[in-house]
């Protein structure tokens, strides 16, 4: 699942596979803004190997994987998707639905199933980068599995975000609570589309 600067695939499938999303509240926008591909033009020393950088990210639309797919590339890091077990639908995505999967697990305050909770190689990336869109004004549901099933000690971890209007807010926060552990920066919100400035914030960071 762990693959290294093999975006486009990873690209390809999120546009065939993953359902488009809704805006207002529920952050992620719909997915026909075209994600931005990964930054081919960089210097050799932004695209310098990081070979104990991470970027893991979960995507309903394929927003939040653009912005990601941007920051791996840039930065010659690892990529890793967040994957829930029971893939999010159109219907899941009704933010105006209150009996909507996504309502219903906001209510109950569920962590979903992940197909895979622990990246490859976790134990030896010392950074996170770690996206995901915003579901009013929080991370997506499944970071909850994500942060709760993983051990961040000793690990920097990096938030970002994707939303029509909303910032990050304290979701980064809230993960970092939930973690105990791992030494959480200041993270970032991007508009579906925004690869490029993302990519720039990322090599910003001095991974």
């Known amino acids: 699942m762990l693959t290294r600067r093999n975006f486009l695939a990873i690209a390809a ?19 026909a803004v075209p994600a931005a591909e990964p930054v081919e033009d960089a210097s050799a020393a ?20 653009g912005v990601a797919e ?12 967040i994957e829930a077990a029971q893939p999010y639908t159109d219907a899941d995505l009704n ?7 996504t309502s219903v697990e906001r209510a109950d305050g569920t962590n979903p199933e992940l197909a895979q909770v622990t990246p ?8 996170v980068l770690l996206g995901y869109p915003i579901w009013w ?9 994500f942060v709760a099933g993983n051990d961040f ?16 807010g304290r979701s980064g926060e809230l993960l970092a609570e939930a ?6 920066l200041e993270g970032e919100r991007f508009s579906s589309g925004s690869g490029d400035e993302a990519a720039e914030w990322a090599v910003g960071l001095g991974l």
């Open 70 to 81: 941007a920051i791996a590339g840039r930065l010659g890091a690892d990529v890793w998707e």
């Open 179 to 184: 973690a105990g552990a791992g030494d959480w």
């Open 95 to 101: 933010y105006n639905d209150d009996s909507s999967r």
């Open 153 to 168: 000690a000793g690990k920097t971890v990096v938030p970002f975000c994707t939303s029509a209007s909303s910032g990050i």
């Open 46 to 65: 932004d695209a310098a190997p990081a070979g104990n950088v991470l970027v893991a990210y979960f995507s309903a639309t394929g927003n939040t994987a």
């Open 137 to 145: 004004g929080e991370a997506a549901w499944p970071l909850r599995t």
């Open 13 to 31: 499938a999120a546009a065939i596979g993953l359902p488009a999303g809704c805006a207002g509240e529920k952050d992620e926008a719909p997915a």
């Open 120 to 127: 490859d190689g976790w134990a030896n990336y010392d950074t």
